[in-house]
C-alpha cells in the first residue's frame, strides 16, 4: 500500500505541476504539525503568558523550563496514570487475542447452531455504542469489585471481543482445513492443533486486531474514568483531570500533560508505522 | 473431528463468553429494562412505562444535541471526505516526499480524543484572542472548532483507505483511457470514481458513525458549552445521567434512542455493502 512514489509513469503528472504539488503539500504538512508544535512551545511558558500570547516563543521572563511539566505531574500523579495505561492496555491486548482467537476458532469449525448464534450476538456488540451500557456496564463492575486495573481488563475483554472475534473468525474461514485434519491424524490435541497450527498462520490479523485494540484502549477515556474507582488514573483521565470544577484549567500544566501524552504515541508510531497503517486499513475494510 | 473440538468448550469459548456476558449482555440487556424504570442505581428501580422515552423528546437539550449531532455530521462526512480523496488522488501521482505526507497525515488519528481536544482548544482560543473571544463565546465557535478537529483526525484514516482503493484499480484501464484520447479529469470521473465506489462506501460509513458518536473530542474541546448549546448526543446522555439527580431513567431512554439510530446507520451500510458484493 505504501509504495514510495507512483507505480507507473502514465498517471504521474509533469515535473512542475509535481513541483507545485510537493511544495502545496509541505506546506500542508507543516500546518498540519503546527497545533502540536504549538503546544510544545507553550510547556515552557508561564501559564499567564500562554493565553496572552500564545504564538510568541518563550523567553526572558515568559520562560519557566520544566516547571510546568513538576507541576502537571505532581497535580495528575501522571506517572502511576502512565504505569497503569502501559499495564491495562498491554494486558488487555495480549488476553484479548489469546481468549478471542481461541473462541473465533471453536465457533467457525464447529457448526451449531450454538455457535452461529454467539457468532451473531458477538457481531451485534461492535454496533452498540458505549453510552447504551455506561451506566450498567459501571454498576456491574463495581459490584463485582472489579474498579481496578487488574478488574478493568476483564472488562475490556468482555467489551473489546466483539470485534476481536468478528475479524479473527473471518480469517479462519479462509484457512484450509486439511492443515488442522493432518495434526490431528498425527495425534495433536485440540489445543495443540490450535496453538502449533493455527495461531502462528492467524498472524496478520493478530497484529491488526492488537493495533486497533491497543488504539482503543489507549486512548478510551470514558470506560476507565466510570469503571476504575478515584484512587487510580490513566493517561486520558489524567489530562482530563487538570480541568477543576467551574471549568478552570491550569494551562501550564496542561500544556506539559499533553506533551507527555503525545510522546509515546508519536515514538510508537514512528517505529511500527508500516503496521500500523496496514492494521487500521485492513480493519476499516472489515470492519 | 467436530466431536473432539467440541468437549473443548470451556476452554476454547468460556472466558470470553463469560467475560461478554457479564460486562457486555448483562449491561445490555440491563439497561433495555432500566429506560423503563425510575432508578437511581440499578436496584431501586421500578417500572414507569414510556415516561422516561416522553421526558426524553420534550427535552430541549436532547433535541438540540440530536440537531446539533446531525449537523455536524453531515457537514464534517463531506469536508473529511473530500479533502481526504483530494489528498490521496494527489499522493498517487508519483510527486516527492508522498511517503512524508502520509506519515504525517496519519498520525493526528492515533492521538486520543481527550488530547485532542485540548489541543485544538489552545490553537483554536490562540487564534480567536485575535478578536477577544474563545471558543465557548458563541455555539458557532465550538461547532467549526469540531468540525476542524474532526477533519485533522481523520482525514489521514480516510486519505489512507482511499490511497489503496486507487492503488487497485487496474493499469489496463487508465491507459486504454489515455489512448481512447480521455482527459485527466474524464479519466477521474469516469474510471477512478467509479471505481473506487467502494472505498467511498466505507469512507462514509466510518466518517458517519465516527462523527455521529463523537465524545472525547466534544467534552474536551468545549464541553457543551455555552450553555449545552454545542453537546452532541454522547455528552448529552452523560450529563443527564451523572449531572441531573433523579434524571438515570431519562439518560437511559436517550441511549436506548441513540443506539437505535446508530444501528439503522449500520444496517443502511450493511444494505450498501451487499449491493456492492452482489454487483462484482
Not at chain 1, 107 to 130: E, G, H, Q, W
Not at chain 1, 151 to 171: D, E, P, S, W
Not at chain 2, 15 to 30: C, D, E, K
Not at chain 2, 216 to 241: C, E, H, V
Amino acid at each position: 500500500m505504501a509504495r514510495r512514489g507512483g507505480r507507473s509513469s502514465d498517471m504521474d503528472v509533469s515535473q512542475t505541476t509535481g513541483l507545485i504539488l510537493t511544495i502545496l503539500f509541505t506546506v500542508l504538512s507543516v500546518a498540519f504539525l503546527y497545533p502540536i508544535f504549538l503546544v510544545l512551545l507553550n510547556s515552557f511558558k508561564s501559564k499567564l503568558y500562554i493565553s496572552d500570547q500564545p504564538f510568541s516563543f518563550p523567553s526572558g521572563e515568559t520562560f519557566v523550563g520544566m516547571s510546568n511539566y513538576v507541576d502537571g505531574i505532581a497535580k495528575t500523579d501522571f506517572m502511576s496514570a502512565a504505569v497503569n495505561s502501559v499495564f491495562i492496555t498491554v494486558f488487555s491486548v495480549i488476553l484479548i487475542i489469546l481468549v478471542t482467537s481461541m473462541t473465533a476458532w471453536w465457533i467457525t469449525r464447529v457448526k451449531c447452531l450454538f455457535s452461529t448464534l454467539t457468532y451473531f450476538v458477538f457481531v451485534f456488540a461492535m454496533i452498540v455504542p458505549f453510552q447504551m451500557v455506561m451506566f450498567t456496564l459501571s454498576k456491574v463492575a463495581d459490584m463485582l469489585h472489579l474498579s481496578n486495573p487488574v478488574g478493568i481488563i476483564l472488562v475490556y475483554i468482555g467489551f473489546g471481543a466483539g470485534q476481536a472475534v468478528f475479524m479473527f473468525a473471518g480469517f479462519v474461514k479462509s484457512i484450509p482445513i486439511s492443515l488442522e485434519e493432518a495434526a490431528m491424524l498425527d495425534g495433536c490435541t485440540p489445543i495443540q492443533t490450535f496453538f502449533l497450527v493455527v495461531f502462528p498462520v492467524l498472524k496478520p490479523t493478530t497484529i491488526t486486531v492488537a493495533i486497533l485494540q491497543a488504539m482503543w484502549i489507549w486512548n478510551d477515556y470514558l470506560l476507565p474514568y466510570l469503571v476504575l474507582n478515584s484512587d487510580y488514573k490513566t493517561i486520558p483521565i489524567a489530562v482530563q483531570y487538570l480541568k477543576g470544577g467551574y471549568g478552570s484549567i491550569d494551562m501550564g500544566a496542561m500544556m506539559g500533560m499533553l506533551v507527555l501524552a503525545i510522546v509515546p504515541i508519536v515514538v510508537f508510531y514512528l517505529s511500527c508505522q508500516k503496521y500500523i497503517i496496514r492494521g487500521v486499513a485492513a480493519g476499516a475494510v472489515k470492519g | 473431528m467436530q466431536k473432539a473440538y467440541k468437549k473443548y468448550f470451556p476452554i476454547f469459548v468460556l472466558p470470553t463468553l463469560l467475560a461478554f456476558v457479564m460486562f457486555f449482555l448483562v449491561p445490555f440487556i440491563l439497561g433495555i429494562v432500566l429506560s423503563f424504570c425510575k432508578f437511581t442505581t440499578v436496584t431501586n428501580a421500578h417500572f414507569i412505562g414510556l415516561e422516561n422515552y416522553a421526558k426524553a423528546f420534550s427535552n430541549k437539550d436532547f433535541l438540540n444535541a440530536l440537531w446539533f449531532t446531525t449537523k455536524f455530521t453531515v457537514v464534517s462526512v463531506i469536508f473529511v471526505n473530500v479533502i481526504a480523496f483530494a489528498f490521496a488522488y494527489a499522493l498517487t501521482r508519483g510527486i516527492k516526499g508522498t511517503s512524508i505526507f502520509r506519515t504525517v497525515f496519519f498520525m493526528p488519528n492515533l492521538i486520543g480524543g481527550i488530547v485532542l481536544g485540548y489541543i485544538w482548544q489552545l490553537m483554536i482560543n490562540a487564534v480567536l484572542a485575535h478578536w477577544n473571544v474563545t471558543i465557548t463565546s458563541d455555539p458557532k465557535y465550538g461547532f467549526w472548532g469540531l468540525i476542524i478537529l474532526m477533519n485533522w483526525q481523520m482525514i489521514g484514516y480516510m486519505m489512507i483507505i482511499y490511497i489503496a482503493g486507487i492503488q487497485n484499480i487496474p493499469l489496463e484501464l487508465i491507459e486504454a483511457a489515455k489512448i481512447d484520447g480521455a482527459s485527466k479529469a474524464q479519466a477521474l470521473f469516469n474510471i477512478t470514481i467509479p471505481m473506487v465506489m467502494s472505498s467511498i462506501t466505507i469512507c462514509i460509513f466510518l466518517t458517519l458513525t465516527n462523527s455521529f458518536k463523537l465524545f472525547d473530542q466534544n467534552l474536551a474541546l468545549t464541553a457543551g458549552a455555552p450553555a449545552r448549546k454545542t453537546s452532541m448526543l454522547a455528552l448529552d446522555i452523560y450529563t443527564t445521567f451523572y449531572n441531573r439527580n433523579g434524571w438515570e431513567g431519562v439518560g437511559q431512554a436517550k441511549a436506548v434512542i441513540f443506539f437505535l439510530i446508530v444501528g439503522l446507520i449500520s444496517l443502511t451500510q450493511l444494505y450498501f455493502t451487499r449491493n456492492k458484493e452482489v454487483e462484482s
